[in-house]
């Protein structure tokens, strides 16, 4: 009898153990990052720490199983990272190039010393559906692009805008800040907007961030740089695409840094000094300087009177009157506004509001930004032309 207890026991607890050790999951499918003529970022979640890698194909007609593809790691220093955060960075790719992608990732159940014990791999489906793919940039004609902004995680106002926006037809979306109230965790920014993204476009489709002042609050701000990595590594970069140049400014928090609000933790106007620094030397470069369109797009505008408007104006505006700056596209202010140019401010503003939609269409005449309700009825418009 008390064998066949003992029996029991040790089957109960390895039925245990086996149910405690459920395959490893990629939690959040991928998303790219980053994108330029040369580079871009993929982005992707699983349930367990394990290494992370890309394999790429080039579009044609191969199955990705026609060969072994070459495979990118995740790594830093010369390690294979650990992780249950995978980010990989490609280089060397063609510009205007369209290639399909796969991720993996392979669960690391132990390391210990130079020993490392490793468990099942999992990767994104090439078997019944159709290869991920991204397209890098190139010499475009002309440039399409969906922004929209304050959604607040209503994720059942930003699938209405990007339809819209009409996100089939551009070359990228921005989100100009502020797509939630706070960071609390990952669970919380993907459930808020970013699976919503990924649902939508953003495993295909490049996406440019600028952060708004929401996204500097919460526990897990000062993780956000790490799922939404930029050419410059920064939160501020710049970015060509065709003809125009963008410069994405990030506009930190809108009041002073000792508001009771931060408790200490913010340090916003030195950010913003250094930030101005860059943009002096970004302006000059020839993506931006040579661009026949100048747009920048910051979440906050350089009016309002508070704070962190006021600092935007006095820090950043001056270098980009000088610069040629020809519109920046805003939010923050949860409803819509067109500022026209001033001798304070040398080039148009459209503040978008938190239910609309912004669509630009750029081409060698003329850029239409043009603003939509969430009826698809045209708000408003502005038109500029290009620099000769």
Known sequence: MKKIQLILVLFLLHSLWANGQEAIKITHLPFIQGLTEHSVSIIWTTDKPATGWV???????????????????ATAYGFKKVSALHQVTLTGLQPGTRYRYRVYSQEVLKHVGVDVQYGAVVA?????????????????????FTV????????????????????????????????????LNENQMYAGFMDMAI????????????????????PFAIEYPKYFPTPTGKL??????????????????????SDIEYSGIVDMDNYRSEQAAWLAQAVENPAFKDAKYKIVICHMPPFGGWHGEQEILEKFVPILNK???????????????????TNAVQFPIIVNSN??????????????????????????????????
Do not use: W
């Open 55 to 73: 394999e790429l194909a080039p579009d044609d007609s191969s199955h990705f199983y026609f060969k072994e593809r070459p495979k990118y790691y």
């Open 124 to 144: 994104s489906n090439v078997y019944k559906a159709a290869p991920l793919s991204f397209k890098t940039f190139g010499d475009a004609k002309s440039t399409h």
């Open 148 to 183: 929209v902004n304050d959604i607040h995680e209503r994720n059942e106002v930003l699938d209405k805008l990007l339809d819209i926006g009409d996100i089939k037809t551009s070359d990228f979306v921005v989100f100009n800040g502020d797509m939630a109230s706070s960071l």
């Open 199 to 218: 649902k939508k476009f953003a495993s295909v489709k490049p996406m440019f961030y600028a952060r708004g002042n929401h996204e500097t609050r919460g």
């Open 236 to 257: 501020y970069y710049q970015f060509r695409h065709g003809n125009t140049g963008f410069i994405v400014l990030d506009c930190g928090e809108d009041k002073p840094d």
């Open 323 to 341: 610069a040629g700056t020809q519109i920046m596209l805003s939010g923050h202010l949860h409803s819509h506004m067109i500022k026209n140019a």
């Open 355 to 388: 239910n609309n939609v912004l669509r630009a269409d750029l081409d060698d005449s003329q850029g239409v930004f043009k603003i939509l309700d969430q009826q698809g009825k045209t708000v408003d418009q502005v038109i500029i032309k290009p620099l000769k």
